[in-house]
């Protein structure tokens, strides 16, 4: 089991930077592959990156590619999600999640409880 706790989110003009870090808790960390995922009001939470265990393997939702980066350091039991060209529809709760590997929600048992990232225009 892994518990998980985010950082990072805030208000960001359109055009800026964010990066999102996951602390997890406990020795199996690494052990998990990784995703962030996010939630808008009044929408779906949406797969945004996900990452293999060893971090070798990444790939992202096509709303994202090219402006996002995740990445995970299994010594300091942190991933990260690096966001750049920040646009308006960016705007949610993103959480991340631990489990195995694939953009479906239930193929992460063990969520974080968000941090808000909000861009405006």
């Known amino acids: 089991q892994v518990q ?3 950082s990072g989110g805030g208000l960001v003009q359109a ?3 964010l990066r999102l870090s996951c602390a997890g808790s406990g020795r199996t960390f690494r052990n998990y592959a990784m995703g ?23 790939y992202y939702a096509d709303s994202v590619k090219g402006r996002v ?13 690096q966001m750049n060209s920040l646009k308006p529809e960016d705007t949610a709760v993103y959480y ?3 489990g195995s590997w694939g953009p479906r929600r239930d193929e992460y048992p063990y969520w974080g409880q968000g941090t808000q990232v909000t861009v405006s225009s």
Request: with cysteine; proline share 2%.
């Open 69 to 81: 980066t995740i990445s995970r350091d299994n010594a300091k039991n942190t991933l990260y999600l």
């Open 96 to 98: 991340c999640a631990a």
């Open 15 to 17: 055009g800026g930077s």
């Open 36 to 58: 962030w995922f996010r939630q808008a009001p009044g929408k779906e939470r949406e797969f945004v990156a996900g990452i293999t265990t060893s971090g070798t393997g990444r």
């Open 4 to 6: 998980l706790v985010e």
